[in-house]
């Protein structure tokens, strides 16, 4: 999984993060589009987002979607841009109400 993080200068500018991650991730839909793409917003701090893009695959690099979307983010704010390894996965049943 790539991971962008990113930490506002100015939180008011939160709206550029949704706007960015909408108009890259279409713009690359035909080239080389992830398996699927998440937006996580902080709920105690209103200018950190989370970009996490899922390739299907173990990437051992840094794509060019996800460097991408890192520099024209780093503008606004400090970006983190790094790769998580699963490691272990558990699937917790679905409890029925009785």
Do not use: C, Y
């Amino acid at each position: 999984m790539e991971t962008i993080n990113i930490r506002l200068f100015n939180p008011a500018d939160s709206h550029l993060v949704t706007m960015i991650f909408e108009q890259l991730l279409g713009g690359w839909a035909d080239l080389m589009p992830p398996q699927e793409a998440r937006l996580f917003k902080n709920r105690q701090l209103p200018g950190d987002f989370s970009i996490q893009l899922f390739w299907g695959v173990e990437q051992k690099e840094k794509t060019p979607l996800g460097t991408h979307l890192a520099e024209s983010l780093r503008l606004k704010g400090m970006v983190n841009h790094f790769f998580w390894k699963g490691e272990a996965k558990h699937i917790f049943p679905k409890k029925h109400a009785n």
